[in-house]
């Protein structure tokens, strides 16, 4: 089967400018995160979705991050405006749908994010 | 910081040779996961052990872990350097749906 899909791989914008990142789970799987990992860090989440609804985004940085997922397949995943510090790698995995600490995570390749 | 502590932060080895690198958590579990993530590549789930058990083997890998210490060990025998990446522990905290992942020890396998 495919594996989670993203766009674009790399990413360089200008501090302030908005930038967005696509996402396409593993077909049937109901459950969606996005993650932003940071040099020599693991992964941290940001956002995690069951269908279309959000069920924890307390990790989301509100005021210039927004995400969604429409009709529960792909998501998107929005900075605006960018910051120095939202450098990092942007991580979106799925699971099946199962409890999200048992449920094995598939992760897709990432999108480097490189803000200047 | 959210997430666990592993050591080493960095081994290197040669193939042939075992390695073995920790992770230490700071509160109750659920369980625990092992991944690895090669360079530019994505996550790899390896193995989950749950709160229940103490030890647990796929392949060439041996997980174990002691709740009473609130740390876990990876082993990997007879390394290969396509063994050669980071590898995350990832802890479900008691009373939370998600998954806190430490900060990696990477592996360096010489040929």
């Known amino acids: 089967e495919a594996g989670v899909v993203q766009s674009p791989r790399y990413k360089i914008i200008e501090k302030k400018q908005p930038v967005a990142f696509w996402c396409n789970p593993i077909?049937?799987?109901?459950?969606l995160y996005w993650y932003r990992q940071n040099l020599g860090q693991g992964p941290e989440l940001l956002i995690r979705y069951e269908n279309e609804e959000a069920v924890d985004d307390s990790q989301l940085p509100k005021d210039r991050f927004s995400a969604e997922r429409l009709k529960g397949v792909d998501s998107t995943l929005k900075i605006q405006p960018a910051e120095l510090g939202d450098s990092a790698v942007y991580l979106c995995?799925?699971?099946?749908?199962?409890?999200?600490?048992?449920?094995?995570?598939?992760f897709g390749p990432g999108t480097r994010l490189t803000v200047l | 910081s959210q997430q666990g502590e592993e050591d080493p932060q960095a081994l290197s080895i040669q193939e042939g040779e075992n390695a073995t690198m920790n992770c230490s958590y700071k509160?109750?579990?659920?369980?625990l996961q092992w991944y690895r993530q090669n360079s530019g590549r994505g996550l790899v789930h390896l193995i989950l052990i749950r709160s229940n058990e103490r030890e647990k083997h796929s392949g060439r890998l041996r997980v174990t872990l002691d709740t009473s210490k609130k740390s876990s060990s990876l082993l990997i025998t007879a390394s290969r350097a396509a063994d050669t990446a980071s590898y995350f522990c990832a802890t479900d905290w008691v009373d939370t749906d998600k998954l806190i992942f430490g900060t990696g020890t990477r592996l360096q396998v010489f040929p």
């Open positions: 509160t109750s579990i659920n369980n």
């Open positions: 077909s049937g799987h109901n459950t």
């Open positions: 995995a799925s699971s099946r749908g199962l409890a999200a600490s048992t449920d094995t995570q598939y």
